[in-house]
């Protein structure tokens, strides 16, 4: 079974509007989860992560992520996007290995 | 600190070829991971090192592929021979523990002719 699912394959927002960026993950044990970004022939960047404690998570670059057990969800958040968040957004589980989902392109229009 | 190095950024070659991939960890961390990225199976975890030795090679597609990690500061990637169906983004990273944050290079684009 996937260790997280990322139901969209694209978000489009316009600028100053607020962004989500969904993910689910399997239920099974205590689940590290984390964010990631990547531009366009870039590596991979750390936005935030959930190890345990507060549901909400403060990233990087005004982002958020709130987990939500009872709803096995992860989503990616900011309240105002800017035309540079587009990019192509990663959800990830690790389990001392990292599986990603299949990724959100984010398309954010001025 | 310089972050997770990798060479080259680009690679060109011709089937059949060897290809070596480089990567320098971030200092101190003791966990490095290849990953490799394409269009059909997105980003998918090739190996695993703590402290230099190998832990989990579940991922490396046959064994045309070999990774090797002599000390903290310096891993490779081998590919020997290439063939098309290799052609890939092959990222690295590195992490201070294995369920600690894992920070990525910026890649080596592999095209194999």
């Known amino acids: 079974a996937q260790s997280v699912a990322q139901p969209e394959d694209q978000v489009n927002v316009a600028e100053g509007n607020p962004l989500t960026v969904k993910c689910t993950y399997s239920?099974?044990?205590?689940?590290?989860l984390f964010w990631y970004v990547q531009y366009p022939n870039r590596g991979l960047q750390f936005l935030l992560k959930?190890?345990?404690?507060?549901?909400l998570v403060k990233g990087s670059y005004g982002f958020e992520a709130e987990f939500n057990k009872s709803q096995t969800s992860f989503h990616l958040k900011k309240p105002s996007a800017l035309v540079s968040d587009s990019a192509l957004y990663f959800c990830?589980?690790?389990?001392?290995?990292?599986?990603f989902g299949a990724g959100t392109t984010v398309t954010v229009r001025a | 600190d310089a972050g997770v190095i990798q060479s080259p950024r680009h690679e060109v070659t011709e089937m059949g070829q060897e290809v070596t991939l480089r990567c320098k960890p971030i200092?101190?961390?003791?966990?490095l991971f290849w990953y490799r990225q394409t269009m059909m199976r997105g980003l998918e975890l090739l190996i695993y090192?703590?402290?230099?030795?190998?832990?989990?090679d579940s991922g490396m597609p046959e064994d045309r592929f070999s990774a090797k990690m002599p000390n903290a500061s310096f891993s490779t990637l081998k590919i020997q021979p290439s063939e098309p169906r290799d052609s890939a983004v092959y990222f690295c990273?590195?992490?201070?523990?294995?369920?600690?944050?894992?920070?990525f290079g910026p890649g080596t684009r592999l095209l194999v002719l």
């Open positions: 990273a590195s992490s201070l523990d294995r369920v600690e944050t894992q920070y």
């Open positions: 239920v099974s044990g205590n689940p590290y």
């Open positions: 959930y190890i345990t404690g507060d549901n």
């Open positions: 990830a589980r690790n389990d001392y290995k990292l599986s």
């Open positions: 200092s101190g961390h003791n966990s």
């Open positions: 090192f703590n402290n230099n030795v190998p832990i989990d």
